[in-house]
């Protein structure tokens, strides 16, 4: 692989980093969410703060590459280590801008499942569940979603709904007492997805380079709604990829 290619997961981070806007408080998830707010920080937004769920809030780059957020170059100077009751608090408190969530399964209308899967015959197969990803959905201003693309995790409608996105469509969010947030963006395999403003129904804002409408059709177990069927991702620039390979250099969660 030259410089200038790059893998899905790499325009993924890229996507993700886009997201977070300057001098915003971002929660910050695991995988690529983890580089995604490095890659923000070291670009665009160099005055946003990260928060992580083991306690720990950054306001500066961590100085060596990390796998997780509990590992130790993360709370190397961090600007407050806490713990996970407290950082749960400046979620209930609205202080958090955006966060960074993840599912088996996603519907039409952004609703996540962590819960578990139903079989049919074979009975149902459970998952991890929700951790923090509920209170994420529920109480950030809003939140991004962040998975594979693949048609038995796009469904119709989730099996459960562990962590809300828009409900029903509409108003359904103000309608059961949540006041704020929502998803804003899905970032898949496949492109980035955004929401109509109105029926809130998940649309495809653009796919990645090399990414067919047919895929992305064939991939989504809804008839997908394409905001603009020319519009593509825009591709990691040299700086970006640069940086991400920077914190991932063993390409950990980012490989082919």
Known sequence: MTD???????????AAAREIRDG???FVGMRLPLLGFLLAKSTHAPHA??????????DAVAPEPILTM?????LHRALYL???AEVMGMLQQGQVDVSFIGGAQVDRFGNLNTSYIDGGPAGRSRLPGSGGACDLACLARRHVIVMKHERRRFVQRVDYITSPGWGDGGDWRQSV???RGGPA?????LGVFGFDPQSREMMLRSRHPGVTRKE????TGWPVQIQDPSAFTQAPTEEELATIRRFDPERFWTGS
């Open 177 to 179: 007492g949540l006041p």
């Open 70 to 74: 509990g590992d130790l170059p993360n």
């Open 24 to 26: 915003e408080v971002v």
């Open 82 to 84: 806490a713990d996970t």
């Open 4 to 14: 200038s290619e790059y893998t899905r997961a790499e325009i993924m981070v890229t």
């Open 49 to 58: 703060v990260g928060v992580y769920e083991l306690g720990i809030i950054r």
């Open 216 to 219: 992305v059709i064939d991939q």
């Open 185 to 189: 963006a899905v970032i898949t395999t």
